[in-house]
């Protein structure tokens, strides 16, 4: 069974020495698993960790402490960008609630890509908080359904109270040209911090 | 038999990672990337056999968990051990990124379209 999971996996090419990890986020719905899937040249990966957490019901019939599992799941997809460089997309959980499990997709990421969807600005609020607050370097993505009203995006960015500094493009998730257009705006804002960073 | 190991109810996590709780090398990710080394198999569990099986080419942390339906904690912990045995190897040291990589990512992107 294994043996014909990997014959079906699309490898690497065997020059691949380097990886890099940049996270998609957003409310739910925002269009997360849609821009991985348009990005990626491998159908989009899943992967779920069960998470236990410890349940204050009253419902519990032994009468001890029980608990309840939930999943976390996260998709991913890959690009490889050159002979040694992959790039992984990794759609973060929908919710926005902290588990330690955060820290394995924080863990090694250039940064978060926020995808917004202009219809429900007040849900990206969590999302932004929760970058904010643990340091990730992170920029937003208006994605432009057809028919959705058009924003400016200097309205979006008041309407988000985002600093001046942070970056905010617009795409339509389910285009990969304009996907990798937004990106690249991301990864150009994360370029020019780090050197400022470098510079300081 | 392989169906019902691969029940997560079935086998449990610690029992998949031999009682570990969390991946004996620091440094690790999702996005590292590994790679099978030519050594023999025996004295290895299952769990670390399926792993260097579909790892004959490059592949990072996060498609190993998917594609064996290991939970991503589970596949660190397992990675992390066959790492410090020998039998997979890390083609590069793990790095925090830095600009060369977001130069590097930079670059790919433009070339695409």
Same mark, same amino acid.
């Given at each position: 069974m294994d043996s014909v999971l990997s014959s079906e996996h699309q490898y690497l090419p065997t020059t691949v020495t380097r990886s890099a990890k940049i996270l998609i986020a957003g409310h739910f719905g925002a269009g997360k698993t849609t821009l991985v899937g348009s990005v990626s040249e491998?159908?989009? =990966?899943? /992967?779920?960790?069960?998470?236990?957490?410890?349940? /204050?019901?009253? &419902? &519990? =019939?032994?009468?001890l402490p029980s608990k309840t599992e939930t999943t976390v799941a996260f998709d !991913?997809?890959?690009?490889?960008? $050159?002979?040694?460089?992959?790039?992984y997309l990794f759609g973060t959980p929908g919710q926005n609630r902290f588990t330690p499990f955060w820290e394995h997709l924080f863990h090694g990421a250039l940064g978060a890509l926020v995808l917004v969807d202009t219809r429900r600005l007040q849900d990206?609020?969590? #999302?932004?908080?929760? !970058?904010?607050?643990?340091?990730?370097? @992170?920029? #937003?993505?208006?994605?432009e359904w057809d028919g959705a009203q058009r924003f400016d995006l200097d309205e979006?960015?008041?309407? =988000?109270? =985002? &600093?001046?500094?942070?970056?905010? /493009? $617009?795409c339509d998730a389910r285009d990969e040209v304009?996907?990798?257009?937004?990106?690249?705006? @991301?990864?150009?804002?994360?370029?020019?911090? $780090?050197?400022?960073?470098?510079? $300081? | %038999?392989?169906?019902?190991?691969?029940?997560?109810? %079935?086998?449990?996590?610690?029992?998949?990672?031999?009682?570990? *709780?969390?991946? *004996?090398?620091?440094?690790?990710?999702?996005?590292?990337?590994?790679?099978?080394?030519?050594?023999?198999?025996?004295?290895?569990?299952?769990?670390a056999r399926r792993v260097l099986r579909i790892c004959n080419g490059p592949i990072v942390i996060a498609e190993i968990a998917s594609l064996l339906d290991l939970p991503p904690t589970v596949?660190?912990?397992?990675?992390?051990?066959?790492?410090?045995?020998g039998h997979l190897n890390t083609p590069a040291p793990a790095e925090q990124p830095d600009?060369?990589?977001?130069?590097?990512?930079?670059n790919g992107l433009r070339a695409l379209v």
């Open positions: 491998i159908k989009p =990966l899943r /992967t779920e960790e069960p998470i236990t957490e410890a349940s /204050t019901g009253i &419902d &519990d =019939l032994a009468g !991913f997809g890959r690009r490889t960008l $050159s002979p040694r460089l992959a790039l990206s609020d969590a #999302v932004l908080a929760l !970058f904010e607050e643990r340091g990730l370097p @992170f920029g #937003v993505a208006v994605n979006v960015r008041r309407a =988000l109270a =985002l &600093d001046d500094d942070v970056v905010v /493009t $617009s304009s996907s990798i257009h937004a990106l690249i705006a @991301f990864v150009e804002y994360l370029h020019r911090s $780090s050197r400022l960073e470098c510079l $300081s | %038999m392989s169906a019902l190991r691969r029940d997560p109810d %079935m086998v449990r996590a610690y029992v998949r990672t031999r009682g570990h *709780s969390s991946p *004996s090398r620091d440094g690790l990710t999702l996005t590292t990337l590994v790679r099978a080394a030519d050594r023999p198999l025996h004295g290895l569990d299952v769990e596949a660190l912990i397992v990675v992390s051990g066959l790492l410090d045995t600009i060369s990589v977001i130069e590097e990512v930079l």
